[in-house]
């Protein structure tokens, strides 16, 4: 008697197979979606309207720069990205009523009372060399600062964080810490102003 050969399994369509899997799945398969900065937009402006210059005073605002080289100055001076939070913090609350920093306004609040509200501004000037790390870093610091400043109303007046509220009483928190936050477009900042 001879030898029997063992019958083999065909594998010529193997790779046709793994091309159609891939190409399936592909197909199929969503890719995560990109997020982006939680930012609100200023409203486009009416065409029909005037636009007249705002002025703010001087006082009002805090400017907050980054070099092309990533350095951080908040007003003139030199800040680290760890002290930007408590810095802006401070101006936008102005505990000691200091006549350098931002002026107040009695605002009455639909549905809740009258606050007094700072009329601060953040004003971010970033030049065309920043990384766009930094930038990114700084934008989460100044938000930091302010959700902070909301957290603290919130706890003093409702006796509970900001994430916690109805969202009436976030409401009135928000008007009463606004967010306001300036963007300049990019130029060439010097390190030394």
């Not at 083999?8 to 799945?25: E, P, Q, V």
Request: aromatic share 6%; charged share 25%; net charge positive.
């Amino acid at each position: 008697m001879g030898k029997k050969k063992t019958p083999a399994i065909n594998s010529s369509s193997t790779a046709d197979i793994a091309f159609l899997l891939l190409c399936y799945f592909l197909m199929t398969t969503t890719m995560g979606s990109q997020t982006g900065l939680a930012r609100r937009l200023p409203p486009m402006p009416n065409p029909n309207e005037k636009v007249e210059d705002q002025k703010v005073n001087r006082r009002n605002i805090i400017i907050v720069r980054i070099t092309s080289s990533d350095r951080i100055m908040v007003g003139s001076e030199p800040t680290d990205i760890t002290q930007i939070k408590d810095k802006v913090k401070e101006f936008l609350s102005n505990p000691n009523n200091d006549p350098n920093m931002p002026d107040k306004e009695l605002k009455h609040i639909e549905g809740y009372k009258d606050v007094m509200v700072s009329k601060g501004v953040m004003s971010l000037q970033n030049d065309r060399g920043t990384t766009y790390k930094t930038y990114i870093a700084v934008q989460n610091e100044l938000v930091k600062a302010v959700n902070e400043l909301r957290d603290e109303y919130a706890i003093a007046n409702f006796g509970k964080p900001y994430l916690r509220l109805s969202e009436e009483q976030q409401g009135w928190v928000k008007k009463a810490v606004p967010q306001i936050i300036s963007e300049a477009e990019p130029m060439d900042v010097k390190a030394n102003r």
